[in-house]
Structures are given as structure tokens and as C-alpha cells.
């Protein structure tokens, strides 16, 4: 009679073969998709904040520019003006940061001569991301308002947001309106 000793030799098991059944390769698929819908999140999240503190960072400098100038002048600027470079807005809307009035609202080569001297010629700029889903009326970045002769305001946008943020010591003078990609905001200067 022959017996077989090799070392592992079981007549009665089936041979086995190594790697990864269905369910461990969906366990693994869904797991990375979970990581990858979070991650996705989360950036956006944080490119949102990013759009948002640079408005907030750009408006306060032009306020800030804006006040000066009345201190100085004794008067506020003469025209109203999107707040930015001449490039902040192009590319679409015709560079227009507001809804069309007119001519519709766009970045003043008056308005940045009158505030040069304040602000330099590195103009701050807002975010320009649309927060509206109309093709007509945009709305992005921020721009100086002369309602009246004594009524000046500051107009922002802000992206995903529900309240407007507060902005160097401006009183958010209509709460805002909501659109669908965030919030127009009204900040008032001077006025009623």
C-alpha cells in the first residue's frame, strides 16, 4: 500500500484559488464611493467659504476706499459702479455684475479715477460667480449704488448663503434677497 505525504495533500478538499469574491469587490466599490461623495462635499464647501471671505475681503477694501474719499471730498462718489478691475466681469453678461438697467451695471472708469488715489490701482475684486440661474439677470461680485443724492449703498452677492454676512460695520440695510445660488445683500454707506 502507498500512502502520500506530501505536506498539504488532502484528498477530500477542493483545490482553492486566491482573490476577491463579487461581494467584497462591491463592499470595496462602495466604500470608495462614499469617501469620494464626501470629499466632493466637502470641497465645494470650502470653495464656496473661499468665494464668499474674498467678497467680504474685496467689499471691506472698497468701503473702506469709498469712505476715505467722502472724508477727504466731502462728497461720495459721483457714479455707480461695479467693484473691481475693468476685468473683474468680462467674459459674459457684456461685464455687467448686476441685472441690465439701461446700460446695465459694469465696472466705471470714473468711479475707479475718483477712487485711484484711496485704493491704488490693484483694484480688490469680488467673486464673480453668478448666483442666478437667469440668463438675463445676473447677479455676482458687488458694486457701489448711488440711490439719492444722500443714499448710498453697497450691493454683494454671496454664494449658498441664507444671511447676508456682515461687512466692516455696514448695517445690511433689506436683508437681502434670496436667489438660486445664494443671496443678494444691501449694505448701506449713508442714508435714510
Known amino acids: 500500500m502507498c500512502i502520500n505525504r506530501d505536506v498539504g495533500y488532502n484528498p477530500g478538499m477542493k483545490k482553492t484559488t ?3 469574491t463579487i461581494v467584497e469587490l462591491l463592499i470595496v466599490i462602495v466604500v470608495i464611493g462614499i469617501l469620494a461623495a ?9 470653495q464656496t467659504r473661499a468665494e464668499n471671505a474674498k467678497t ?8 473702506k476706499a469709498i469712505r ?33 438697467e439701461a446700460s446695465g451695471w459694469v465696472v466705471n472708469p470714473t468711479f475707479l479715477t475718483q477712487m485711484e488715489p484711496y485704493i491704488g490701482s ?10 442666478s440661474d437667469n440668463l438675463v439677470s445676473q447677479y455676482r461680485g458687488a458694486m ?3 440711490a439719492t443724492t444722500t443714499d448710498m449703498q453697497i450691493y454683494a452677492t454671496f454664494l ?8 466692516g460695520g455696514l448695517p445690511d440695510s433689506f436683508s437681502g434677497i434670496s436667489q438660486p445660488g445664494g443671496r443678494s445683500c444691501y449694505y448701506r454707506l449713508a442714508g435714510p
Do not use: H, Q
Not at 464626501?38 to 470650502?46: F, K, L, P, R, S
Not at 490693484?122 to 448666483?131: G, L, M
Open 18 to 20: 486566491s482573490g476577491f
Open 38 to 46: 464626501i470629499t466632493i462635499v466637502a470641497y465645494n464647501g470650502i
Open 122 to 131: 490693484s483694484y480688490p475684486e469680488p467673486s464673480s460667480k453668478n448666483i
Open 160 to 167: 449658498g448663503v441664507t444671511t447676508c454676512p456682515s461687512i
Open 56 to 63: 467680504v475681503a474685496a467689499v471691506s477694501a472698497w468701503v
Open 144 to 146: 457701489f449704488y448711488r
Open 68 to 100: 476715505m474719499y467722502e472724508a477727504d471730498k466731502g462728497s461720495w462718489p459721483t457714479v455707480n459702479s461695479c467693484l473691481g478691475a475693468p476685468s473683474t466681469y468680462l467674459g459674459v453678461y457684456s461685464g455687467r455684475c448686476w441685472p441690465a
